[in-house]
């Protein structure tokens, strides 16, 4: 029954697996976050095809390294490559998910432990206990720190954690567990009573009684330690002579651990010969890869020849010595490949960014190019149409100027309008635009559309002739005001005020000055501030009014 469960398992993990390598990649992230705690084999080979980079959100990148490293972590490899669980961790508090913050975290100290820096491990999950208002995920927490602390030997603070789960909890495989880290921290730290009287009072509470044989089991193996450090072998014996009676399987590396316990209780009890015979029933090459049985066995054996014969079995512990280097060597080559896998995979991750930044900075470039060109060539249409408009409006208004001329020849007009019309006749307009368009008439045209271009053109109005007319229609305008405003008005103003004068409107005005109306308003403040006037104020009222009449 047990074997059929099994290959159903396996086949859904097998379907789960080809439907995710072709899913995209978000869905085969969530499919791997499904199978990483029963099949995180299944879920880590998901996780490695799929690309960190090519998840669209912080969101999706936050829960890949999340699951990657729970993969790690379950399937039993080391945390060493999981570089970005710091950026996950800053992702999930900002954004206030303190579950997973809390998960990353962990793994996160996790992380460091296995860099070496027990010290930032413990610090860091030392800091998120005031973070955190979740009982659940403060217990998860301090389950982690119990552990770190006693892989870090701080045994000290092992004690102070395993105290404080003890009394959360009323669970008795935790009541157990917790005593017995509690128990531990004490023995290591050479407090032997301290140690026995907290796991009889375990005992006494009738907990051993109430959890699975095997949890049982493995709470008497730790007491049998205790009784042996405490000075007490012969009971310790007992306790390990008594562990069959819980029944349940044994595995090859739990067998050999009791015996070994057991060979080491003989001796302090005083019965070598018993010890030695224990210790040559277990295959001592055959522990090798548990470097601490392994050194555990030669030592015990070591120890009971020197107490034999006097003499310290050198051989014996060169060849253990020499087999813990090989594992050493093993285990430090195993470490720099990680550590270079690590920096390779920085290496990627960094050209990946440059050339992301690259490729942006190239789209920035093309985009701004485009936006400049768009701008560049609306402002060119837009200041070719403004002048097209202005041409427009003055060959109209150069059209109306004429149509008065000619009616101003009519007897009736009034002596204003005959003025005008006698002043557009010495200016020579009305010479060019008389009749039916011709080719002069296209050319004044042309000259009035080239207002305000660069090009230099001739101008329409012999001013010299233009200002003694002025003087002499209006009693020396021209001529009074230059004296009474010497060096204050430029050729441009001067311009403007004598036509002004004569009765010219400002679009009449910008076509034979060539001028664009809205310099015209602005040349006409101008000439209000240099006169004192209001920005509303006649200029032409103004000068007439200064020292009498100009």
């Known amino acids: 029954m047990k074997s059929l469960l099994n290959y159903i398992l396996l086949s859904l993990s097998a379907m789960m697996l080809a439907v995710a390598c072709t899913a995209p990649a978000s869905d085969r992230l969530a499919a791997a976050l499904r199978l990483v705690h029963e099949r995180p084999d299944s879920a880590y080979a998901i996780l490695r095809d799929i690309d960190y980079d090519d998840l669209e959100g912080d969101s999706l990148k936050a829960r890949y390294v999340l699951t990657r490293a729970l993969a790690n972590l379950r399937v039993g490899r080391s945390l060493i490559t999981d570089t970005l669980l710091d950026e996950a961790a800053r992702y999930y508090i900002s954004a206030g998910d303190t579950a997973d913050w809390v998960l990353a975290s962990q793994l996160l100290s996790g992380y460091d432990f296995t860099r070496g820096d027990t010290g930032a491990a413990v610090r860091r999950l030392e800091a998120m206990v005031p973070l955190i208002w979740n009982p659940r995920l403060l217990w998860d927490t301090y389950m982690h720190l119990l552990e770190l602390s006693l892989n870090s030997g701080d045994y000290s603070a092992a004690y102070g954690y395993a105290?404080?789960?003890?009394a959360d909890t009323d669970v008795p495989e935790q009541i157990l567990k917790f005593s017995t880290a509690k128990g531990g921290a004490l023995y290591m730290q050479g407090e032997y009573r301290r140690a026995l009287a907290v796991l009889d009072s375990v005992i006494a509470t009738g907990a051993v009684c109430r959890v699975r044989p095997e949890v049982a089991a493995t709470f008497y193996s730790e007491y049998a330690e205790i009784l042996n450090g405490a000075g007490l072998p012969r009971r310790a014996i007992g306790v390990i002579d008594s562990l069959d009676r819980f029944g349940g399987p044994v595995d090859e590396g739990e067998r050999v651990a009791r015996r070994l316990a057991l060979a080491q209780f003989y001796a302090n009890a005083g019965e070598a010969r018993r010890?030695?015979?224990i210790l040559d029933s277990i295959n001592h090459d055959g522990t090798r890869s548990v470097m601490e049985v392994y050194a555990s066995i030669a030592m015990l054996k070591a120890a009971l020849q020197y107490a034999g014969s006097g003499q310290f079995?050198?051989?014996?512990?060169?060849k253990v010595t020499k087999n813990m280097h090989r594992n050493?060597?093993?285990?430090?080559?195993?470490?720099?490949?990680?550590?270079?896998s690590v920096i390779e995979l920085n290496d990627d991750?960094?050209?990946?960014k440059l050339q992301r930044q690259r490729l942006r900075l190239l789209v920035a470039c093309i985009v701004l190019v485009v936006v400049v060109g768009a701008v560049s060539v609306y402002i060119v249409l837009s200041r070719r149409k403004q002048r097209m408009i202005e041409a427009e409006e003055r060959a109209e208004t150069l059209e109306r100027?004429?149509?008065d001329s000619e009616r101003a020849a009519d007897s009736q007009s009034s002596d204003s309008d005959k003025l005008r019309a006698a002043l557009l006749r010495q200016l020579g307009i009305f010479k060019t635009f008389a009749g039916t368009p011709t080719p002069q008439s296209r050319d004044a045209l042309?000259?009035?559309?080239?207002?305000?271009?660069?090009?230099?053109?001739e101008s329409l109005v012999d001013w010299a002739e233009f200002y003694t007319m002025i003087d002499n229609l209006y009693d020396g305008f021209h001529s009074r005001l230059l004296a009474t405003h010497p060096d204050t008005f430029n050729d441009k103003e001067q311009q403007i005020i004598v036509l002004l004068k004569a009765g010219f409107s400002t679009k009449e005005i910008g076509v034979l000055t060539e001028q664009s109306s809205a310099t015209i308003y602005t040349r006409k403040s101008v000439i209000r501030r240099k006169l004192g006037t209001p920005e509303n104020g006649d200029i032409i009222a103004c000068l007439d009014g200064q020292n009498g009449a100009v």
Not at 330 to 336: G, K, P, S, Y
């Open 401 to 403: 100027m004429l149509k």
């Open 313 to 318: 079995p050198s051989e014996m512990m060169h």
């Open 349 to 352: 991750n960094y050209q990946l």
């Open 275 to 277: 010890a030695r015979q």
């Open 446 to 457: 042309r000259k009035i559309s080239a207002i305000g271009a660069d090009t230099s053109i």
């Open 163 to 166: 105290g404080r789960l003890l």
């Open 328 to 340: 050493y060597q093993f285990a430090q080559f195993d470490r720099q490949t990680a550590m270079e």
